[in-house]
């Protein structure tokens, strides 16, 4: 890695899983951290089958992960903080960012930045709760600027500043901005300025050149969170190297997540679909090829897939 500052993958839901991981870290070189997809409390036991496969240390060998929950019941996350911690886990971190409508109107991801009040006093329950238990879990907040309006962040900030948080990771956009317009780096400035909690920039980073601007202009910026950019290219941050040895490292790379989703017994149709939705961001990598990504595309069955995918790979 050729970059100072600290890079982190950052959660995506069905993107993001162990697999991804191992194969990203194998053959680019570990990252600082890998952040799971969000998990969530469950009534009855605390993790669904997929979930623990995430989280299981013998699937995230060698690898920072810090696992993501998605809630705003602060009792379930003082359960999964102690879950996780048998698990061997001392950091997770809050999603308050997830713009989804089916997320948001129940109050939870970005939906939960819309009742400042009663995330405060979320967050008091969570480290209250953490303290009186004598536990030595960490907590981060990944957040979004607001819901309507970036002037909302301030308030936001006031609050996350009465806690102790682990790091205060800002993707500088709000709710109803999805994933348009551009992030607002204001937002991150203000970030920077006032955060109690180091601050660690995401959002919109899809190249080296970007990654390096960035770096440019915000020489403090020490921790950046990087996702559709890596996805795109998993060796954004690994040390400059020959288009051979590129081409080389992909196809290796693509080939140690193929064979790992194809051992999750899915069915090759849910291994072709998540192969199919990671060429969604990988094609940018093979300008002029649009020939083959309408290939990789129309593929029918994983056969098919592994056809067209040699077309591009070599
Ligand atoms: C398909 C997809 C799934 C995502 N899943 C999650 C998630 O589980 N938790 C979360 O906090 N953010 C999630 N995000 C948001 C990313 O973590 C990140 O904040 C966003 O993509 C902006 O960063 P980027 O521009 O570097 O991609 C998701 C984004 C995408 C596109």
Same mark, same amino acid.
């Given at each position: 890695m050729n970059f100072q500052t600290k890079i982190y993958l950052a959660p995506m839901e069905g993107i993001t899983t162990y697999v991804y991981r191992n194969a990203q870290a194998a053959v680019y070189g570990r990252l600082d951290k890998y952040f799971t997809p969000f998990l969530e409390p469950h009534e009855k036991r605390s993790f669904k089958k997929r979930e623990l496969q995430e989280i299981l240390p013998e699937n995230n060998r060698g690898l920072y992960v810090v696992p993501q929950i998605l809630t705003n019941r602060a009792e379930g996350f003082l359960e999964l903080a102690e879950s996780l911690r048998n698990y061997g886990y001392r950091e997770m971190n809050l999603n308050l960012?997830?713009?989804s409508r089916t997320v948001v109107s129940k109050?939870? +991801? =970005?939906?939960?930045? =819309?009742f400042p009040e009663e995330l405060n006093r979320f967050l008091d329950t969570v480290f209250s709760g953490l303290a009186a238990a004598a536990s030595d879990m960490r907590v981060s907040v990944k957040t979004r600027a607001g819901m309507e309006s970036p002037e909302e962040f301030l308030r936001l900030l006031e609050i996350f500043n009465q806690y102790p948080l682990e790091e205060l990771i800002v993707?500088?956009?709000?709710?109803?901005d999805y994933y348009n317009n551009r992030p607002n780096l204001a937002v991150y400035r203000l970030a920077q300025q006032k955060s109690r909690a180091p601050v660690c920039y995401n959002g919109d980073l899809f190249t080296r050149k970007d990654l390096e601007d960035f770096c440019a202009e915000f020489?403090?910026?020490?921790r950046i969170m990087l996702g559709r950019g890596v996805i795109r290219d998993p060796g954004i941050a690994a040390d400059r190297m020959t288009e051979e040895e590129a081409a080389e490292r992909f196809r290796r790379f693509h080939g140690m997540v193929l064979e790992g989703y194809k051992g999750w017994n899915m069915g090759d149709r849910n291994v072709l679909f998540k192969m199919k939705e990671l060429w969604f961001y990988q094609?940018?990598?093979?300008? +002029?090829a649009e020939k083959l990504a309408k290939r990789i595309k129309k593929a029918q069955t994983l056969a098919e897939y592994e056809v067209a995918v040699s077309g591009l790979l070599g």
């Open positions: 960012g997830c713009p109050g939870k +991801g =970005a939906g939960f930045l =819309a993707h500088p956009r709000v709710q109803k020489p403090e910026a020490d094609i940018r990598q093979f300008e +002029g």
